[in-house]
C-alpha cells in the first residue's frame, strides 16, 4: 500500500511538471525542484549511457548496477505522467491559441518575463562584470527575434532541433522547454501533433528522438558549463530569455487586430496575470528551498 501511494504521488508530480512543460514560462525542471525529485531526475538521466548497451553484452552485473543508478523505472512511472498531462493538455491550450490568441501569448509573456527571476535567484557571485555576459545574452536573444520568421515551415530536421533543445527544461533553472519551442516557431505545431500523433507520427518520433539524444547530450553540456563557471552561466541564460521575449511580444503586435483601450487593457491584465502566476511558483521554490 506504501508502495502504490509512492507511485501515484509520483505520477501526480509527473502530471503538474506536464502541464507546465505545455506553458512557455514555467519549467517542468523548477516543478521537479518545488516536488523535491530535481536531483534524482538529473541523476537518473545522466546514468543512461551507451555504456549500458555495452554492459548489457559484456558484464551483466555491471548492467544490473547502471540499471538501479538509473533508475528507470522511477523515469517510467514519472515520464507516463508527463506524457498524460501533455496529451490531454494540448487540447486545452489549442483551443486557447485558436479562439484567443493574443491574450494567451500575452500571458506566457508575463509568465516569461517573471519566471526569469528563478535564474537570477540562483545566480550567487553578481559582480559587473559577470554581469556583462547578461548583455551577451540579450543581443543573441535579439538575433534569435530576427533570424527566426514569425512562420515556420515544419520539416523533420527542425523539428529534431525543436526536441533537442526544448528537453533543456529539465536541467536549467528557470528555462521553460515550452518558451523554447515557441521562439523557434514549433509551439503550435507541437500542440497539434500532441492532438493527433497517429496523423503526425514521423513528426512526433523526430521530436521524441531529438529530445532523448537531447537530454543526453545537454545534461552533460550544462553540468560542464556550471562546474565551468555556474554564475556566466546563468547571466547568459538569463540575458537569453529576456532577450526572446521579443517573438512572443512581436505575435501579439502582428497578430492584433483592434487596439482598443479595452483590448489593450485585457493584454496587460493577462500579461500582469502570468506574472502573478509566476511569481507563487518562485515563492514556492524559494519555501521549499528553505526546508531541504
Known sequence: MKEMKKLIVL??????????????????????????IYSKLINSVKSISP??????????EK???????????????LGAGIATA?????????????????????FFSGLIIASSKI???????????????????????????????????PNHAYYFLGGFFSVSAMFLPGISGAFILLIMGLYE?????????????????VSVLGAALGAFFISRVISFLFKKDKCKTLYVLLGLVIGSLIIPLRRIYEETTQWSIENCF????FF???????VIVSKLQKKTSALC
Open 11 to 36: 505520477y501526480l508530480k509527473g502530471l503538474l511538471m506536464g502541464i507546465c512543460d505545455l506553458i512557455p514560462g514555467i519549467s517542468g525542471g523548477t516543478i521537479a525542484f518545488i516536488t523535491g
Open 51 to 60: 555504456q549500458l548497451a555495452v554492459d548489457f553484452f559484456r558484464d551483466r
Open 63 to 77: 548492467f544490473k548496477k547502471g540499471l538501479k543508478e538509473a533508475d528507470l523505472f522511477f523515469l517510467i512511472n
Open 86 to 106: 501533455m496529451l490531454l493538455g494540448s487540447r486545452f491550450i489549442s483551443f486557447l491559441l485558436d479562439n484567443y490568441f493574443t491574450y494567451t501569448i500575452a
Open 119 to 153: 535564474i537570477f535567484n540562483n545566480i550567487e557571485n553578481r559582480t559587473p562584470k559577470n554581469t556583462l555576459f547578461a548583455l551577451i545574452g540579450i543581443i543573441l536573444g535579439g538575433m534569435l527575434a530576427l533570424l527566426i520568421p514569425v512562420q515556420v515551415e
Open 189 to 205: 505545431f507541437l500542440l497539434e501533433i500532441l492532438k493527433d500523433i497517429p496523423g503526425h507520427l514521423d513528426f512526433f518520433l
Open 266 to 269: 485585457l493584454l496587460v491584465l
Open 272 to 278: 500582469i496575470l502570468g506574472i502573478t502566476a509566476a
